[in-house]
Each structure stands twice: as C-alpha cells, then as structure tokens.
C-alpha cells in the first residue's frame, strides 16, 4: 500500500539483509504415544476418500520452517501422515538457514527451487506483500492462513549479568545496564529478524523496564541456531528466541532466563503459517487440505500424551537435531530460569498450538495483525499513516475466512470457532492495555517510543 512505501527500504533491507489441550478429531490419532518415529510414520493415518470433485489441485506444495518449536504444527502433518491423509501426498516440509533465507525463498517460489510459503514472524507476510523486505522492493502478495503457536519464548541473559535484578521487571537493572553503555561496553541484546515477533518482545520488556532499546542498548540480528555458540563466546548479553534456546542456554550453564514471553503477554500470538496468494489463489482445494492438515497437526502436539513422541520427532537429526529433552521438558511447563529464579512448572506456560485460556490458538484474529502493524509504528518501523489504512492492509493479507471454511469441514465445534475477528483487549504484564479499537491511544499511553503521537 501507499502507506508502506514512504518507509525507507534500503535500510530496512541492509538492516534484515544482515541477519542470517485440546478436542480431537476422529481419525487424527496417528502412531500410539510413545512410539519411535520412522520413516514410516507419515503413513499412519490413512487417507481420506476424497471425492473427485473435491480432490487438490495438486498434491505439491513446499512449506519452509526454521527449527525452533513454532514449526511443530508442519512437521507433525508431514511426519504423522495428515498431509497425505487429505491428497497432499507430495507436501515437503524445507528447513530454511535463516529467516532471511526464507523470505528470500518465498520470494521465488517453489517453481524456481524456492517455497511457497510456511512458518512467519509477523508482520513478515504483509511487509513480503508490500514489498518493504523484498529485493528490489518486488511486491509478493501472501495470505495468513492461521496461526500456529503460542507462548514458547524468552529472553535469556549471559550468566555474567547474573545477581544484578535482570527479571520479567527489568526496572531494578535499568541503570546497571545503562551503565554498561556509558562505560563502553554496551548491552548487547539480538533477535533473529529485524523488525518483526522477537524483536518486539525484547523491545516491550525493555521499553516496561524504563529501558531505551534504541539508545540505552546495542540491538542486533543473529540467526536462532547461533544463539547458545554467541552467549559462549561472551559476544551477545541478551537474546530473544523460541525454544529450545533459552532452555539449553540454562541448561549448558551459559546463561540464564530473565523472561518468558508467556509472562511477558500471557496467550500471545506468536508465529504463522502463510502462502503466497498466487498458490492459494490458484489451489483453493489443495490450499483447505494444507489448512485441514496442520489444524490437525496442532491438536495432536496439544495432546499431553503426545508430547513426549512430539520431542522425539523434532529432536531429530532431520528437524532439530539436539536432545529432546531439550524439548520435552518446555513442552510440560518446567522451566528451570537460572539465576535463583522460582522454576516454572505450569503446562499453561509452554508453547501451544490449539487452544489456550482465551479460546482458539490456531485461527488468525485480525486484531493481533493490528497489534503488529501498531508496534511496528511505535518503532518507526512503518509510518504513522500506517494506521489510517490498517483494516484494508489487514484484510489484503489475513484469510481467517479460509480457516474457518476448514474448521467447518472438519467439524470442529461451533463454540470452537471465533465468530469475531477481534480477540478483544489485551492486557500486558506492566499493566498496558491494547484495545483494538483504538491503537492510537495504545501509543499515546506509552511512555517509550520513536513515534511521535
């Protein structure tokens, strides 16, 4: 749109340039709980007789991931057979080096080796869609199709800031960490893509602390999977990632946990699955099985009994590659945060995929893009008159229609499926509220920003 063009792409691209439960459905079940995946497993739940006319329009489709636990929902319906279960027989899930990798590769789609579509941060799908984040500033319009996790990150710290009140309320440090700056050796604090999910959520923390993330720190992008290599080497104090991250810089006494973003924003949404418009636009029936697969997808990781097998399935050495207890015990709620903290033993806090206290996870509200989209304003990342043209960006992009068309074809309940694109007013851990109805005023309570409201 108009409003994203007077942002200035060349810095945003030479900035992201540089960065590398529930009810179930009859039928979803999959391998018994505790069994050894193989390469078998995709065929355990049988396919669906799908009626001629109803049959994909292909059975390809090529969905990238990045290996943080936000990708479960695609690589559970590849590896439990829900993909083939609804014609898609010839779906492959892609591990991307980075999100820069990603985008790049969305970019060119599946015909040309890319992918044509997969896991985002957001606002990823609406900046690729404008063109902010693309080369050459090259439109690819894509459509959000639902939302694939909650909760599942934190900020870990480097175990030499440990003893110096770096929490959930990182007020009491403000000045020691300030202090840093002015004695040369600046905090140094990364996310994994610029602008975008993980960057908000170290800029929120920060920002409620009385802490400046433009001039009181140094911010930077480093790719998830350098994250625990980076705190080794004393290079970076903070990091904003998803797990296993955090856990296993605990674990390996590298660093500690000041914050779980399920404490920074309880419920919050977190990653996406989206596609280009032009596949979607081109493949409405394969594009409901790909839908119908993941929701299925995500019921099965909510399930406790599948947790376990869930770990052992991403631990391995084609997702993930680490130990699944890495995993398994974030997926059961036991954080253990380093630095005297009380450990965290409570499932509400892991990462979840289908349902949580506010109703649905998986279908897409359209007020969570309007947060994004608001954030990104905060920062200056995009115009203030971004927010003039919001509801028309949001509706360009968000396709919650297409979910509930899935939802409804599945059978889920009708108490199950949000009857309004608004989740209604979300409440922070300083006690900030965003009401949807009115971002504005959102701004005008915060006390630190770029923007000027």
């Known amino acids: ?4 063009s007077s942002l200035n792409r060349r810095k945003f691209l030479a900035t992201a340039g540089a960065a590398t439960g529930a009810v179930f459905l009859k039928g979803c079940l999959g391998n018994p709980p505790g ?18 006319g109803d049959a994909p329009e292909t059975t390809v489709v090529k969905l990238g991931y990045i290996p943080i636990v936000e990708s479960a929902p695609l690589i559970i319906a590849k590896e439990k057979g829900f993909f083939n279960k609804y014609g898609m027989t010839g779906a492959e899930v892609s591990k991307q080096a980075n999100w820069g990798a990603a985008r790049d590769n969305v970019e060119i789609g599946a015909a040309a080796g890319g992918i044509d579509g997969g896991q985002w941060q957001m606002p990823m799908p609406h900046l690729i869609s404008e063109g902010v984040i693309t080369k050459g500033n090259r439109k690819v319009p894509m459509y959000v199709l639902a939302q694939l996790n909650t909760q599942g990150n934190g900020i870990a710290i480097a175990q030499k800031h440990a003893g110096k009140g770096i929490g959930l309320d990182v007020s009491g440090a403000a000045d020691y960490i300030r202090g840093l700056k002015a004695a040369g050796t600046p905090f140094k604090a990364a996310y994994t893509f610029p602008k975008v999910n993980q960057d908000f959520w170290i800029r929120y923390w920060l920002a409620a602390g009385g802490i400046n ?56 949404p977190e990653e996406y699955l989206a596609m280009r418009s032009d596949w979607v636009d081109k493949h409405p029936k394969a594009t409901q099985a790909v839908l119908k ?78 947060w994004f989209l608001t954030e990104s304003v905060r920062w200056d990342f ?3 008159s971004t927010l003039a043209n919001a509801q028309t960006i949001i509706d360009k992009v968000n396709r919650e229609d297409l979910w509930k068309e ?33 971002p504005e005023d959102y701004l005008k309570n915060l006390k630190i920003k770029k923007v000027k409201i």
């Open 213 to 268: 993330p433009d001039t009181d720190v140094n911010l930077l992008a480093v790719p998830a999977a350098q994250t625990v290599a980076n705190m080794k080497t004393g290079t970076m104090d903070a990091f904003s990632t998803g797990d296993p991250w955090p856990y296993r810089i605990v674990g390996d006494g590298i660093g500690f946990v000041a914050a779980l973003t399920s404490q920074i924003w309880p419920d919050h």
């Open 293 to 370: 697969a993941v929701m299925e997808a995500q019921q099965w990781c909510d399930d406790p009994a599948n947790r376990e097998e869930l770990s052992q399935i991403l631990a391995g050495r084609n997702y993930f590659n680490i130990t699944a207890k890495i995993l398994s015990e974030p997926y059961s709620g036991k954080y253990d945060l380093g630095d005297s903290k009380p450990q965290v033993n409570d499932v509400k806090e892991s990462t979840l995929y289908w349902k949580d206290d506010r109703g649905s996870v998986s279908y897409p509200y359209k007020s969570h893009d309007l």
């Open 35 to 52: 069994s050894v995946p193989n390469a078998q497993s995709e065929a355990s739940v049988p396919l669906v007789n799908v009626a001629v």
């Open 406 to 438: 899935a939802a409804k074809s599945l059978g889920i309940a009708a108490a199950d499926i949000p009857t309004s694109t608004s989740r209604g007013v979300e409440k922070f851990f300083d006690g900030v509220e965003f009401d949807p109805s009115k």
């Open 1 to 4: 749109m108009s409003n994203f």
């Open 382 to 384: 995009l115009p203030v």
